[in-house]
């Protein structure tokens, strides 16, 4: 079992950046594919990044080269780093965590945190 907290969401002006970070508890979490999706009022649960056990990880595009993922497996902590942000990127962020590689879809990836929000003003 993994517990996830997500912190580190606010409000923000369009350009600016913000850094999400997401403790996970657990021995085991080198070991995890951890993920970062989000979801907009109205909107789907959607894939933003995820980065793997071997340092390896993937994008949106909707999010390349702006965001960037990273892992501190001392500290078991998540991290996603925001920058030039969109009022489109405004949403509700929720870590995700799973024992392998679950892809871009939401419903395969098994343990979730509890969101934290992020707004973007124009």
């Known amino acids: 079992q993994v517990q996830l907290v997500e912190s580190g969401g606010g409000l923000v002006q369009a350009g600016g950046s913000l850094r999400l970070s997401c403790a996970a508890s657990?021995?085991?979490?080198?070991?995890?594919?951890m993920g970062w999706f989000r979801q907009a009022p109205g909107k789907e649960r959607e894939f933003v990044s995820a980065?793997?056990?071997?340092?390896?990880?993937t994008y949106a595009d909707s999010v390349k080269g702006r965001f960037t993922i990273s892992r501190d497996n001392a500290k078991n902590t998540v991290y996603l780093q925001m920058n030039s942000l969109k009022p489109e990127d405004t949403a509700v962020y929720y870590c995700?965590?799973?024992?392998?590689?679950?892809?871009?879809?939401?419903?395969?990836?098994?343990?979730w945190g509890q969101g934290t929000q992020v707004t973007v003003s124009s």
């Open positions: 995700a965590a799973d024992t392998g590689s679950r892809g871009r879809v939401a419903g395969n990836w098994n343990y």
């Open positions: 980065i793997y056990w071997s340092g390896g990880n």
């Open positions: 657990g021995r085991t979490f080198s070991s995890y594919a």
